[in-house]
């Protein structure tokens, strides 16, 4: 199959289809398409030719020949997405992609996450990972509302699935027919949600992934193809919504990419680690003890005495040059400190908890995003040399 006389018949067939398709009060309907002659000549074509249409469909019989996809495989495959788009006459333009479907290799699959309360100006950014944020298209919106339908209101709300009109998607190919190796895309997503959450403040994340099966981009409803949903099992997380401003673009962009490229170090994986695992905190006491487990994994290695006194001056040279700002960072870094050993303790803090997790939040989220963005760059031995030298942060691989 692949000669040039038989696409011409295949591309003849499936017009004369589309043609007869578009007519029908209803032509989404496979229980009437199945019985039109014009559907009935595609799929008898296919089959005779033995055309092995890759997406969708098993790769191999039982004795190890391709199987041609059934009838239903090919209408809801191919030909339904095909009569989506062509509604408009649009024929010529759109079966060439379809074409090259069905002789592909490989199978495109596209991963998508809901993004719950978060929203962006523009609508669509494309991260260097080749993961793209985006407004939920009006299929998918659909396919969510059926999917919270199926699972119970309850489930829908542990899933963050009510407040969703954003989400970040990829595609994959996959050889032969089966979804994208390795299950969910968590590999692609969780470098994401962490560069949003070091670039600022707000509760990002996500705990359902949809697979779903493409053709080249043509198609309108979704999914198209197959699709199941997956559950993530990621704790809720909690604060208040996020909003991707316009200016906020480019650096995302650029920590994503860094992200990328930091490898695997130790201290900066703990860190990162906590600083994710503070957002699943409810209780601001329980934040505050991951946020400072983060900050003595950066600040404080083999450190064992004026805990305090040290962190807090390393954080403020590191991540201020100002000295008001540094002054300013110190105090609230030593009753931060203060407040968190009252927490361990037992002993009731003097100040107030939220507000203090509040602060240090921000504050390690400067010192994460400057050492993700300059690997290294965090060196406690040559930032206390620069705190005695009396130099300004940015010698020292400071954070502006």
Known sequence: MGTKPNRKRLRQLFEIFVTQALRLPKW??????????????????????????KIGVSDFSAGGSPVPPGAEDLWRLYLLPLTNRCSDGRFEAVYPLVEESLYADCATWQALVPLPGFTA???????PNGVIIRELEAGEKQYLDKFQE???????????????SFAMSCRKQSPKAGP????????????????????????????????????????????????????SSKPRVYGAGYELL??????????????????????LEVAVGRFNGAYERKRPEDKLVDLWIALEALFLPGISDELSFRASLRIAYYVAKPPDEREEIFNKMRLSYDTRSRVVH???????????????????????????????SLDVDRLDGAIARGQGAAQSGGAR
């Open 246 to 267: 316009e200016v906020d673009v480019e650096p995302l962009k650029e920590l994503v990419a860094s992200l990328s490229k930091t490898g695997r170090r130790k201290k």
């Open 180 to 231: 994208m190796q390795g299950g969910l895309a968590d590999d692609d997503f969780e470098p994401v949600v962490t560069a949003l959450r070091l670039l600022k403040g707000g509760a990002v994340w996500y705990n359902l992934q949809v697979q779903c099966l493409e053709h080249p981009p043509f198609g309108t409803q979704f999914p198209v193809g197959q699709a199941g949903g997956g559950w």
């Open 121 to 127: 100006q523009g609508g669509r950014v494309e991260l």
């Open 346 to 376: 037992g002993q009731r803090p003097k100040a107030d908890v939220r507000g203090v997790a509040s602060d240090t939040e921000e504050i390690l989220r400067r010192a994460l995003r400057a050492e993700v963005m300059s690997p290294g």
């Open 150 to 164: 199926s699972i119970g209101f309850g489930e829908a709300i542990g899933l963050g699935l009510l407040d969703v």
């Open 28 to 53: 989404d309907d496979y229980e009437r398409i199945k019985d039109l002659p014009e559907f009935q000549a595609v799929y008898a074509f296919v089959q005779s030719e033995g055309l092995v249409a």
